[in-house]
């Protein structure tokens, strides 16, 4: 690919990227209808790329259930930990503070940094590769660069916030960042196994909306959890936040 083609598709992506956060902001931000709205449109589109990675296989009915299965935990699990996460009651501690738009906006804003701080780490630092049976783009650089770029832009997203940042924030930010790179691998493993370069065509630069999601279903995934076993549901931006 020539420097002009680089330039070209990093663009594209540039704008894709812009448009898809703008987007989810506008839905964190008015919640209710929106937010619903769009993680239904996600799961929608997500599944449905997710179906179509084996078409060409043929494969039976049963082994097509079960990956039918596996897809809706996997796209499913995501949604529904970011709705709880988006709709869960304030603390005492921060009345005046949305917490669930807060914790939100981290989450999303968490797995951007990570792609972005990664792409550029390992496209000009480059050095020895991760994992290259798997992703062959992808380096140690990438991985420290996506982890660096996460903190530093998560803490400047909670501060305009007026929110608090913490050496316990920073550790959960450096482990869903590297939650979210091994998202980014398992993408990369699934797509090798079905021989396709994409998931799909929904986003121009990126390909499907999973191959742009890949990371955030991760770190959604991890975050729902930990914010599961730390304490009540209905109050699981709290346990992500305040601890």
């Excluded at 494969?59 to 970011?82: E, H, P």
């Excluded at 140690?140 to 916030?161: E, K, R």
């Excluded at 930990?226 to 931006?237: N, V």
Aim: net charge positive; with cysteine; aromatic share 16%.
């Amino acid at each position: 690919m020539s420097t002009a083609d680089q330039f070209t598709d990093l663009k594209t992506r540039f704008i894709s990227a812009v448009i898809l956060v703008l987007v989810a902001f506008f839905c964190v931000w008015y919640g209710s209808f929106f937010m619903l709205l769009m993680m239904s449109a996600f799961a929608y589109i997500g599944l449905k790329e997710w179906m179509d990675l084996p078409k060409s296989r043929n494969y039976s009915d049963s082994t097509k259930r079960k990956w039918f299965g596996f897809g809706l935990l996997y796209v499913g699990w995501a949604c529904v930990s970011i709705l709880l996460i988006r709709y869960s009651e304030n603390s005492s501690a921060y009345p005046d503070i949305d917490l669930g738009f807060v914790a939100s906006c981290w989450i999303i804003s968490i797995a951007m940094a990570s792609d972005v701080g990664a792409y550029f780490a390992g496209r000009f630092v480059g050095g020895p590769k991760v994992a290259p049976a798997i992703s062959p783009n992808k380096t140690w650089a990438g991985v420290v660069g996506g982890v660096v770029v996460s903190i530093l832009f998560t803490s400047i997203v909670l501060f305009l916030l007026d929110f608090p940042v913490n050496s316990s924030i920073i550790k959960l930010v450096i482990v869903f960042s590297l939650i979210g790179q091994v998202g980014d691998f398992f993408e990369s493993y699934v797509k090798r196994r079905f021989k396709v370069k994409d998931t799909g065509s929904f986003l121009p630069g990126h390909g499907g909306l999973l191959d742009r999601m890949d990371g955030q279903i991760f770190i959604m995934i991890a975050a729902g959890v930990f914010a599961f076993f730390a304490g009540p549901m209905d109050q699981m931006a709290v346990s992500l936040l305040v601890w």
